[in-house]
């Protein structure tokens, strides 16, 4: 969303865009799940009180709307791109067929997991671990607001100093807030390490990846 309240901000989606193409020129293979918390701000006021269910479901189908603009930003740049979405809508995108994922993978072309898993109960990250480890991932990335895993919330909390490193159970029995337990406890079992970047600054997945930069690693 950017600098806005919520909804797309192009620029920044081009921007987000311009940063995976990045990537995918440094011979790097990605696959990307996308959330949906800029959409559902928009609709917040209406959840309210509304049964979780519906209101993941209603998340869902932001998610997707989030993928076809990430896959058009993309493929304005000439990246060849594939939607896969969890929860099949034909007319749209393609449905999750992991076998499939993988040979658009093997393709060149960056797939864009949609919908979550699916499943109400279950959040993007969750989504995201599951779908590295179905891929067989090297690694999960995280971009988020900050750069990295910090002790306490940096924006609340000027001593709050933040970790290079960090293991898996570290996140947990400090409850560092990274990701949601179900999230992580996927992610050490297939032993994907989680990298945490701010995706706030241009070209930063890419530095990332090259072990450039600031972020936190989280691994076993
Ligand atoms: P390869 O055969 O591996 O090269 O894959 P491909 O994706 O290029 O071939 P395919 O003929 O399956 O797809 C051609 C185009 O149709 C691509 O843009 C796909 O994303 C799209 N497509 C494939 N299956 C579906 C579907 O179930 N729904 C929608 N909406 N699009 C689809």
């Known amino acids: 969303m950017g600098p806005n309240e919520f909804g797309l901000h192009q620029d920044t989606v081009n921007r987000v865009a311009a940063d995976i193409k990045q990537a995918v020129e440094m011979g790097v293979e990605v696959c990307v799940v996308v959330g949906a918390g800029n959409i559902f701000r928009g609709v917040s006021g209406a959840a309210e009180g509304m049964d979780r269910t519906t209101a993941d479901y209603m998340g869902m189908l932001g998610i997707v709307i989030n993928a076809l603009a990430l ?34 993978m093997e393709k060149g072309r960056v797939v864009i997991f949609a919908a979550g898993t699916g499943n109400p109960y279950f959040t993007t990250d969750t989504a995201a671990a599951l ?8 690694a ?18 000027k001593d709050a100093k933040r970790y290079d490193t960090l293991s898996y159970m570290d996140v947990l029995t ?16 297939n032993d994907i390490p989680i990298v945490v970047f701010s995706v706030k600054e241009e070209g930063n997945f890419a530095k990332a990846l090259s072990g450039e930069g600031t972020y936190t690693v989280v691994s076993n």
Do not use: F
Not at 87 to 103: N, T, V
Not at 131 to 138: G, K, Q, V, Y
Not at 140 to 157: I, R
């Open 131 to 138: 779908r590295a480890s179905e891929m067989n991932c090297d």
């Open 174 to 189: 400090k409850d560092l807030k990274v990701m949601d337990a179900t999230a992580i406890s996927l992610a050490r079992e």
């Open 71 to 104: 896959q058009n930003a993309l493929e304005n740049t000439g990246v060849m791109t594939r939607v896969m979405s969890a929860i099949p809508m034909s007319a749209i995108c393609e449905p999750y067929i992991r076998r499939k994922a993988m040979r658009h």
């Open 140 to 157: 999960m990335m995280k971009g988020t607001k900050v750069d990295g895993v910090y002790s306490a919330d940096p924006a609340k909390d």
